[in-house]
Each structure stands twice: as structure tokens, then as C-alpha cells.
């Protein structure tokens, strides 16, 4: 039988959805996470000023005289820039395109030259403030088109009412109940948790490789768990690792551990989904989880004798970047 339309081009959006998933990947573990996080944020910054700068020209279909002097502060050259184009040029490429081509060449032309823009736009994207700013622009289109305002808002003005929108306005249904639970938290302790969970990911992944091979572990890892983790080593891993001569059950205990221990207000409060979901995109996180496999490939069947510290270990993943080409 063959596939409905429906069908293959949901195949086709999901094939395209995992090359640029995959591509985005592959760009960001080249560069230093910080950078790409840096990076990442200036471009939501810049994405909010041109989202509201493209509200007002697309109700207006021009630049105000004001704007021009904005602009002009903001983005010194794209002025001069416009009004050097000819007639046909200036056709062949809408205004608000112009724009946003000027400020991706002259703002993130670092980012493009190292070959990291197309992995700062993909996660910049997927942020909820860049989401809030996307939804705010859509809406105030749409508003002012039908009644043009006597006055607009200026750019800090809109942005504290982007601060305000719906940023799971444009989402799927599942992804909006996904992110429901954010909803359920300051944004601030929010940040504060996934930052804390990291923290306790990274040293899961540490001693992942000791928990898992099925032999007492290293000393040094059962002195950093007994110091950071009081208690888990005697919630039953001995007898369980004896049984299952170690194996990924170990690690998703401990994560389990981790989460019932240490995050247990955000359990009962219903916002740890929100946890896991900004873990999930941070850079920080994907990285460590790259360095952990590296460290599983080149350590193969042995433990490294000394075991690395856990601190030495964290600062070679914050800096782990993979410089050979696949």
C-alpha cells in the first residue's frame, strides 16, 4: 500500500529535521561550548531587536524617520547601505530580508567564518526567550495591522512584552505540554536547578565507566560519591553490581538517585520535566556527554590507573572539542 501524502511528507520533515539536528551537532562540538553559548545568546539578543524592528516596517512598508536614527545607532552602515542600492536591487530582496542579512554578515560574520553560525541559530532558536520574542513580533503584526498604533513601543518596551508572551504559542501540542511545567517556576530558580543538574550529570558520567564495569570501583570515585552523594553507594549499587556485573541500570540508578535526592522540590512541585528540558539543549550538557563517550572509546577495556580526579575530568570536558572531520 502505498504512503499517503500526509505520511511522506512527515517522513520528509523528520529526515530533514535530523540532517539539520545532525549538522548542528557536528558544527558545535568543533568550538569551545562557552562560545557557542556566548554566541548563541548575542544572536536571540540581536534576534529580539530585529523582530521588533520587522514588526514596525511590516505595518509600515517603510522606515520612519525615527527608526532611521535608531537604526543608525544600532547598526551603523545599514542605512548608508539601503539607500546606495538601486531600484532593482532593492526589488530583488525584500527590506526586512536586507536587514537581517546585514546584521548575520557584519555581526556574526566571526561565527559563519569559523563555521559555527548554522549550530548558534539552530539551538538559538529552540530557546523559549528567543520563542517569547518570535511570538511577540507575530501577535503585534497582526495587531497593528488591523489598527495602526498612534505610538510604538520602544525596543526595551516590546521586549518586556516579549517577556510576557506565550512562548509555546507556535509549538506543537505535545511539545507545549512538554513545556508546560516551566510555567510552574521562576525562570531564575529554573536556571539555578538545570545549572545543579548538570553539576550532578557530569559527575554521573565521571563515574559512569567505574559503575558500570561490574568491580569494585576505583578509590578515587568512591571518595568523590561518598563526598557529593552521602549515602548512594549504600542504597543497594554493591548488591545490584554484584548481580548485574554492572551495566547501564547503574547509571540510570544513580540519575534516579540523583533526582529523588537532590531534586525532590522540583519533583513535587511538577517542574522537573523543565529541568530536563533545558539540560537537554545546554551546550554544557551535550558536551560533557560527548567527552564521556570519547573517554569510553580511548579507555576501551581498562580503567585508567589513577582514576581522574572528578574536577580535572570536568575541566577537560568543558574544554573537549573535536578537531578531526568525519
Request: net charge neutral.
Amino acid at each position: 500500500m502505498k504512503k499517503s501524502k500526509r505520511e511522506s511528507v512527515r517522513d520528509s520533515t523528520a529526515r530533514l529535521q535530523r540532517a539539520a539536528h545532525e549538522r548542528a551537532d557536528d558544527e558545535a562540538r568543533r568550538i569551545p561550548w562557552h562560545r557557542l553559548l556566548d554566541t548563541q545568546n548575542q544572536y536571540i539578543d540581536w534576534q529580539e531587536f530585529y523582530l521588533w524592528v520587522r514588526s514596525i516596517l511590516e505595518v509600515e512598508d517603510r522606515i520612519p524617520d525615527w527608526l532611521v536614527e535608531v537604526l543608525n545607532a544600532r547598526v551603523p552602515g545599514f542605512i548608508e547601505t539601503e539607500r546606495a542600492l538601486s531600484p532593482k536591487a532593492a526589488k530583488t530582496r525584500p527590506l526586512i530580508l536586507r536587514l537581517e542579512d546585514w546584521i548575520e554578515d557584519h555581526v556574526f560574520g566571526f561565527a559563519k567564518q569559523e563555521g559555527s553560525f548554522f549550530a548558534s541559530t539552530y539551538y538559538a532558536v529552540r530557546d523559549p526567550r528567543y520563542q517569547r520574542a518570535e511570538v511577540c513580533w507575530s501577535e503585534c503584526t497582526e495587531k497593528w495591522k488591523k489598527a495602526k498604533p498612534a505610538h510604538y513601543p520602544s525596543f526595551e518596551e516590546w521586549k518586556g512584552m516579549a517577556a510576557q508572551c506565550d512562548e509555546t504559542a507556535h509549538l506543537t501540542a505535545r511539545e507545549r505540554k512538554a513545556r508546560a511545567s516551566a510555567k510552574l517556576v521562576h525562570p531564575d530558580r529554573l536556571t539555578e536547578a538545570a545549572t545543579r543538574y548538570m553539576d550532578c550529570e557530569a559527575l554521573a558520567y565521571w563515574a559512569r565507566q567505574a559503575l558500570e564495569r561490574g568491580s569494585e570501583p576505583p578509590a578515587e570515585v568512591v571518595r568523590e560519591l561518598k563526598r557529593r552523594c552521602p549515602g548512594y553507594l549504600d542504597s543497594g549499587f554493591k548488591a545490584r553490581a554484584k548481580e548485574s556485573r554492572g551495566g547501564a541500570q547503574d547509571w540510570q540508578h544513580m540519575m534516579l538517585w540523583i533526582a529523588n535526592h537532590y531534586f525532590q522540590d522540583a519533583k513535587t512541585e511538577g517542574w522537573f520535566e523543565a529541568v530536563l528540558i533545558q539540560v537537554r539543549s545546554h551546550p554544557r550538557a551535550i558536551r560533557t556527554m560527548e567527552f564521556s563517550d570519547y573517554c569510553s572509546e580511548i579507555w576501551g577495556s581498562e580503567l585508567p590507573s589513577p582514576y581522574p580526579p572528578f574536577e580535572d575530568w570536568r575541566r577537560d570536558a568543558d574544554s573537549y572539542v573535536e578537531l578531526t572531520v568525519n
